[in-house]
Nanobody, 118 residues
Framework: VQLQASGGGLVQAGESLRLSCEIR????????LGWYRQAPGKQRELVAQ???????EYVDSVKGRFNIFKVDSKNVMYLQMTGLKPADTAVYFC?????????????WGQGTLVTVSS
């Protein structure tokens, strides 16, 4: 397992939660690194990521509430979530990809469940 996500749980609307992703491959070798989520009956969507161009991207629905950050020296990425809403309920996955002469390699964590009650 190259990526290990943790930190999910059950919280009430308005509360905060921090997700962690342990990265077991060289963080410096990665092209993109971020968080996706998949709500019941919905497609997986990008939540936040460090894009390959060096920018940080957020889906509009979490802007101003979620913050993605990482500690390179510890090979860990976080997603700080504040002002949680029931609509944020989903399984959250960390994702990374690498580019090489052979193409792109994608890595997914196992997912951690976030449940926000109203």
């Amino acid at each position: 397992v190259q990526l290990q996500a943790s930190g999910g749980g059950l919280v009430q609307a308005g509360e905060s939660l921090r997700l962690s992703c342990e990265i077991r491959i060289s963080i410096y070798s990665l092209n993109t690194l971020g968080w996706y989520r998949q709500a019941p009956g919905k497609q997986r969507e990008l939540v936040a990521q460090f894009a390959g161009n060096g920018k940080i991207e957020y889906v509009d629905s979490v802007k101003g509430r979620f913050n993605i950050f990482k500690v390179d020296s510890k090979n860990v990425m976080y997603l700080q979530m504040t002002g949680l809403k029931p609509a944020d309920t989903a399984v959250y996955f960390c994702h990374a990809d690498q580019l090489s002469a052979q193409g792109k390699s994608d890595y997914w964590g196992q997912g951690t469940l976030v449940t926000v009650s109203s």
